[in-house]
């Protein structure tokens, strides 16, 4: 049976990846998660906002006590630290060391400055791809669905001119017209589309007390293509895929009503 993929340019074993998130907080986690099968794993992401805040934090910190008593120059408050850009890198290197996978780094930026800034650091740590996340709340009344849509272009462009490393975005699913602004991004040198954030809570087995799933998954999709006489993933690839159909849109509104009988 073969699973083998392609993603980013990079040849997976099977489509299987552990995405952005708090799992690969803890190595010994990682270790498990890539013994388990994972095929690539992603680091949760990097905000600029984070960043910021614990150099701002550490400014007014050791300023407000750096001369309230004779002792405080030896002395100097530690603060409560975000997960910021030196403990993110180091951890990133650390991911790179204990697995042999491949390590991708997640950012979402809020500046220009801060997307490419920010992306050169996370490749030069070592990560083989970098995911950026996209998301904007658009709570401007100003601001047409255009203008936010224009806004991630520019972000792509900006990240793809400063790293050489595979960039894929990563979407919100409040898009009013995703296949135009996927083949926009695709032209502003995306790599990959990862669709979409989504807000959910990771399932536990009360059972056996596990939360690593991927070996289960993995059978359970081999036993599916052996049921269904499917020998690999690329035999499989783009069968229902809407550039096979003469009108997507009659399909898609045909869909739509049977949806609400």
Not at 6 to 18: F, Q
Not at 21 to 26: C, E, I, K, M, Y
Not at 225 to 230: A, L
């Amino acid at each position: 049976m073969d699973l083998s993929t392609t993603y980013l340019g990079m040849r997976l074993p099977h489509p299987l990846i552990v995405g952005s998130g708090p799992l690969a907080d803890d190595l010994d986690t990682v270790r498990a998660l890539e013994d388990a099968g994972a095929a690539m794993l992603v680091l949760r992401s990097l905000y600029e906002e984070e960043i910021t805040g614990e150099q701002m934090e550490a400014f007014f910190n050791a300023e407000s006590h750096s001369e309230s008593f004779p002792e405080a120059e030896s002395y100097a408050p530690e603060p409560e630290r975000a997960f910021g850009p030196d403990e993110y890198l180091e951890h990133l290197r650390l991911i790179k060391e204990a697995v042999r996978i491949p390590v991708v780094a997640s950012l979402n930026g809020a500046t220009s400055g801060g997307w490419h800034s920010y992306a050169r650091m996370l490749e030069q740590a070592g990560a083989d791809a970098l995911e950026i996340q996209i998301y904007h709340a658009a709570s401007d009344m100003t601001s047409s669905a255009a203008d936010v849509e224009r806004q991630a272009i520019h972000v792509v462009r900006e990240v793809k001119r400063s790293v050489r490393i595979p960039v894929a975005v990563k979407l919100a699913p409040l898009l009013t017209a995703f296949a135009h602004f996927a083949k926009t991004l695709d032209s502003a040198g995306a790599d990959g589309l990862v669709l979409f954030t989504r807000f959910h809570h990771v399932d536990i087995d009360v059972d056996e007390l596990e939360v690593s799933h991927l070996r289960t998954v993995l059978r359970d999709v081999e036993s599916w293509m052996n049921e269904h006489e499917w020998i690999s993933l690329s035999e499989m690839r783009g069968n229902m895929s809407l550039e096979r159909i003469p009108d997507p849109a009659a399909y898609e509104r045909t869909n739509f009503r049977m949806a609400l009988r």
